[in-house]
């Protein structure tokens, strides 16, 4: 009977799981299959879903390509320098948010919160107009700065979190100690904090290496991003379409393996960060 | 909130000393970038949405006549058309998504956690990556989506999707790339829920889905609010996977207002226009903030119930 029950619950639970996974990965498959396939493979009637010949000469041109490699590398280090930045300044701005009292110290918090629903031309507008005065437009510094601002406010968040639900009482034995404030936080509470400066730090760099607005807007060609490039396909998408979706795929690999890796802490991370107090 | 004992003798000395200067000096470098890069520019945008402002051109103090412009202009009513399709569409779409995918990943059954791992790839995705994906599927002639509904028997003859639907289109590769944030929000709503209730409510004799009726759905009602409003200012935001798609066409189908912002600003450069469209939207956006911080405060009561 409760085995009836069991296996008739299966019967409801698979098939649906299989609808998911079909929603969920075959647009992936699709492009992935495609960047592996040549190019006559891809216009046959009726359509191949599975490739017949696996070939990476997509891969190879896409790499053999100085300006796409160009915009890879930049984007490696706006993405690096992006995260090394928030990071070194939220935590220390989480810290003060969790441990200290200070006036307008609500607000303050409020403020910053909302600037991550602040709509990003409104700030590109003005910061186009300051950028290009100051001689910053398609430059990696005007990347890294725009960048940071969007995700300062949720690396803030997430650490604040985190922190105040470490016990002070860790940070109180060192300071008897004779430890300073500043020791007490970074010999102390950020070894503790490890798994909310990975969550922090893999969306840092996943919403840089994404981020195709300020890449457009701020760069020409010198600091040109990967999403730049790869959104380029202006009439190239009917000459060489495994190419585009190469390109594709290589902008879509790193932050995929990112969340795969680190799933367990973004989960939760994710579902505190769309939460604040 | 803090353990009892020596902490509780210390903490008044620990915190109050030099208060004044130690969360300062931390929080500076965070403040000083948040000023520079997000409060200063933000002022900018409502001084420059006062001017005539074109690149390479004097700029002129002209009061609100750009927003008097944008109230007359016939294309903002287009747009706020096409964003309010846009929005509607899609939040509802993933709100009831979401809802039955995180049924499905609340029940327990062999390969849960692999499935709950796999519906996050979506997040991870850049926009652009995401446009030339829906590009590649919606491909007039060889592209999956005709060719299964060929095979279906639903088209006879292939269809331009990007052209001929291009606000659906916009819409299904939008929810195909935002599902798993909301999915997983609403779930971690659900696993809030305390089993208790649901023993109870069985006890008593409730079926399923009075269950679902009377316990989760009023339960579930701050957490869901967040994840809408979230979802409302996200979709709000869309411009990557407008430019991939559409570019706003054709012949300005697509023409969300954010896309419109871009459009005025950095195509057309008039940016005093487009500032006061910029702020006209910020307005809109800060609005529905006011509301995500009351539905936020119950949300996280739910979830750590």
């Known amino acids: 009977m409760k085995r009836a029950r069991r296996a008739a619950r299966y019967l409801v639970i698979y098939p649906a799981v299989a609808a998911v996974t079909l929603w969920t990965l075959f647009p992936v498959w699709w492009v992935a299959s495609g960047s592996i396939r040549p190019q006559y493979e891809m216009v046959e009637t009726p359509l191949k879903y599975l490739p017949r010949t696996v070939t990476f000469r997509s891969y190879q041109t896409a790499l053999h390509d100085h300006a796409f490699l160009r915009a890879l590398r930049n984007t490696v280090t706006v993405a690096g320098l992006t995260t090394v930045l928030a990071l070194a300044t939220g935590a220390c701005a989480a810290y003060a948010f969790a441990r200290f009292t200070f006036p307008l110290k609500r607000p303050l918090f409020l403020a910053i919160f909302l600037l991550r629903m602040i709509p990003a031309f409104t700030l590109a507008i003005p910061l186009f107009v300051t950028m290009r005065a100051y001689g910053l437009i398609d430059t990696i510094t005007a990347l890294v700065l725009t960048h940071t601002i969007l995700v300062l406010p949720v690396c803030i968040l997430i650490m604040r979190t985190f922190f105040e639900g470490l016990p002070v009482a860790f940070e109180e034995a060192a300071m008897v100690d004779g430890a300073t404030r500043f020791q007490a936080m970074a010999r102390i509470v950020l070894p503790l904090s490890a798994s909310a400066l990975v969550v922090a730090a893999v969306m840092s760099m996943i919403t840089s290496w994404n981020d195709y607005l300020f890449g457009l807007l701020f760069t020409l060609s010198k600091a040109r991003t990967l999403m730049v490039a790869i959104a380029d396909v202006e009439g190239v998408f009917y000459v060489d379409y495994p190419l585009i979706v190469a390109r594709g795929m290589i902008g879509l690999i790193p932050p995929v393996v990112a969340v795969l890796v680190f799933q367990r802490y973004l989960i939760r991370g994710l579902t505190s960060g769309a939460m604040t107090q | ?305």
């Not at chain 2, 291009?166 to 709503?189: D, F, Q």
């Open chain 2, 1 to 305: 909130m803090y353990p009892a004992g020596v902490s509780d003798i210390l903490r008044p000395r620990l915190t109050r000393r030099r208060l004044h200067t130690t969360p300062l000096v931390l929080l500076a470098p965070a403040l000083m970038l948040l000023v520079a890069v997000g409060g200063y520019p933000l002022v900018g945008a409502a001084r420059i949405s006062l001017l005539q402002f074109r690149i390479n051109a004097p700029e002129r103090f002209i009061g609100l006549a750009n927003y008097a412009r944008l109230l007359a202009d016939p294309q903002t009513l287009d747009s706020l058309g096409i964003t309010a399709v846009f929005v509607a569409g899609s939040v509802t779409t993933v709100l009831i998504l979401a809802y039955l995918i995180s049924l499905l990943l609340y029940q327990e059954f062999p390969g849960r956690s692999l499935v709950r791992t796999m519906v996050m790839i979506p997040w991870a995705l850049a926009p652009v990556v995401n446009g030339i994906m829906w590009r590649s599927l919606y491909a007039p002639n060889f592209g999956p989506l005709n060719d299964a509904l060929a095979r279906l028997g639903v088209l006879t003859h292939s269809v331009n999707w990007v052209v001929d639907y291009p606000v659906p289109s916009l819409i299904l590769a939008y929810v195909w790339k935002v599902l798993p944030l909301p999915t997983l929000v609403i779930l971690a709503g659900l696993e809030g829920i305390p089993p208790d209730l649901y023993e109870a409510a069985h006890v008593d004799g409730a079926g399923s889905f009075r269950r679902f009726r009377h316990i989760t759905f009023p339960l579930m009602r701050s957490v869901t609010l967040l994840s809408l409003i979230l979802m409302l200012v996200d979709a709000l935001h869309v411009f990557a996977l407008v430019d991939l798609l559409t570019h706003g066409g054709p012949a300005g189908r697509t023409l969300v207002l954010n896309y419109s912002i871009f459009r005025t600003a950095f195509r057309y450069l008039d940016f005093g226009y487009g500032a006061a469209m910029a702020f006209t939207l910020t307005s809109l956006i800060l609005v529905l903030a006011i509301f995500y911080l009351r539905a936020s405060a119950e949300a996280a009561l739910a979830i750590e119930r």
